[in-house]
């Protein structure tokens, strides 16, 4: 289960069991339909010079990584969470060309590495230069891929 918290406009936690392939924040007044039962293929834009790793063991550790536009992504991972050493990495999304939400990607994060699976969840948070304000009717949705 993913729970998503806000703390405030410019502030998003996240409660990871797994590290899936990324976490988008995004928002929609509706979503298109898809013909498949497993969803649309997504294909996000990562910002590779952007791109920050770190060393994680059992003990537990951090990794921070900042977009372009100041946005900050902290992913926590508690101790006991892994039982070796393992390189950890995120990467800012620069936009999802085939996202199937009519207000478009606002911020997005790919980890690394893929199917990392936790014996405890971990915490992304996102904490945004400014709040973004929604439309009226646009929800503001989390998703992972």
Known sequence: MIRIFTDSPARTSVRLPSIALALA???FGCAAES?????PFLSPVVDAERE??????????????TSADGTTYTLAIPAEALTEETEVSLTPIRAIDDLPMTGGLIDGVHFEPSGLQLLRAATLTVE???AH???????FVGFVY
């Open 128 to 130: 945004r230069a400014s």
């Open 25 to 27: 924040l995004a928002s």
């Open 35 to 39: 013909a498949s039962d497993q969803g």
């Open 133 to 139: 304000v929604l439309a009226q009717g646009e929800l």
């Open 52 to 65: 920050q790793s770190a060393t994680v063991g059992p003990e537990g550790g951090a990794v921070v990584a």
